[in-house]
T-cell receptor
Framework: DVKVTQSSRYLVKRTGEKVFLECVQDMDHENMFWYRQDPGLGLRLIYFSYDVKMKEKGDIPEGYSVSREKKERFSLILESASTNQTSMYLC???????????????FGEGSWLTVV | AQKITQTQPGMFVQEKEAVTLDCTYDTSDPSYGLFWYKQPSSGEMIFLIYQGSYDQQNATEGRYSLNFQKARKSANLVISASQLGDSAMYFCAMRELSNTGGFKTIFGAGTRLFVKA
C-alpha cells in the first residue's frame, strides 16, 4: 500500500515563526502536492511538484514556499506564520501521467496547524 | 474563477435511496481526469471513482457511478442504495495539465452528505 506520511499531526506555532511541514511518500511517485483544507472552501492547492527540484504554484501560494530535494520528500515552509494560516494541511502524491484510474492521488493524514 | 464547482453544501438522503451529488468543472485542456473522494469524520481521504475525458462510458465502482456529461462539463456522482456509512464529505476533483507540463489536481468545496435512518 502507498504510504504518505506527514511528520506532525498537530502543531501550535506563534505568529512570525518559521514553520516546516514535512511529507514523505514511499511509492516512488513523481507528483507531490500540498493542500490546505478549510470549512466551506474545500481543498485548495498551495504548491505541487512533478520532479526533484521542480515546483509550481497552485492557487494559493502566497505566504508559502516548498522544497523538494529528494523524490520522496516534499516540504512546505511558512516563512513567517500568520494567524490566517491556521488550517489543516494535506500532503498527497501520485504517479505522473494518466495511467490506471487516472493515477489516483494518495493523501497523508493531515497536519493541523494553529498559529497563535 | 472556480474551476470545480459543487453547488450543494449539504444534502440529506433517506437510507436505501439513491442520491446525486453535483459537480461542474472548467478546463481548456482536452485531456483531463475527474475524481470523487470521500472524507468521513475520521479525516482520511478515500478515492471513490475516476473518469477520463476520453472515456466513452460512464465510470462505475460498486454503488458509485459517475454521470459524465462532457458537453455540459458536469461529472455528477450517483450513490445508489445509500447506507448510514455514506454520511461524509464528498469532494469532486479534476486533474489537468499544468503550465510547466506536470499534472495538477484541484478540488471543489465539497458536499456534506447526511444519510437518515
Amino acid at each position: 500500500d502507498v504510504k504518505v506520511t506527514q511528520s506532525s499531526r498537530y502543531l501550535v506555532k506563534r505568529t512570525g515563526e518559521k514553520v516546516f511541514l514535512e511529507c514523505v511518500q514511499d511509492m516512488d511517485h513523481e507528483n507531490m502536492f500540498w493542500y490546505r483544507q478549510d470549512p466551506g472552501l474545500g481543498l485548495r492547492l498551495i504548491y505541487f511538484s512533478y520532479d526533484v527540484k521542480m515546483k509550481e504554484k497552485g492557487d494559493i501560494p502566497e505566504g508559502y514556499s516548498v522544497s523538494r530535494e529528494k523524490k520522496e520528500r516534499f516540504s512546505l515552509i511558512l516563512e513567517s506564520a500568520s494567524t490566517n494560516q491556521t488550517s489543516m494541511y494535506l500532503c498527497a502524491s501520485s504517479l505522473l501521467g494518466t495511467g490506471n484510474r487516472g493515477n489516483t492521488i494518495y493523501f497523508g493524514e493531515g497536519s493541523w496547524l494553529t498559529v497563535v | 474563477a472556480q474551476k470545480i464547482t459543487q453547488t450543494q453544501p449539504g444534502m440529506f438522503v433517506q437510507e436505501k435511496e439513491a442520491v446525486t451529488l453535483d459537480c461542474t468543472y472548467d478546463t481548456s485542456d482536452p485531456s483531463y481526469g475527474l475524481f470523487w473522494y470521500k472524507q468521513p469524520s475520521s479525516g482520511e481521504m478515500i478515492f471513490l471513482i475516476y473518469q477520463g475525458s476520453y472515456d466513452q462510458q460512464n465510470a462505475t465502482e460498486g454503488r458509485y457511478s459517475l454521470n459524465f456529461q462532457k458537453a455540459r462539463k458536469s461529472a455528477n456522482l450517483v450513490i445508489s442504495a445509500s447506507q448510514l456509512g455514506d454520511s461524509a464529505m464528498y469532494f469532486c476533483a479534476m486533474r489537468e495539465l499544468s503550465n510547466t507540463g506536470g499534472f495538477k489536481t484541484i478540488f471543489g468545496a465539497g458536499t456534506r452528505l447526511f444519510v437518515k435512518a
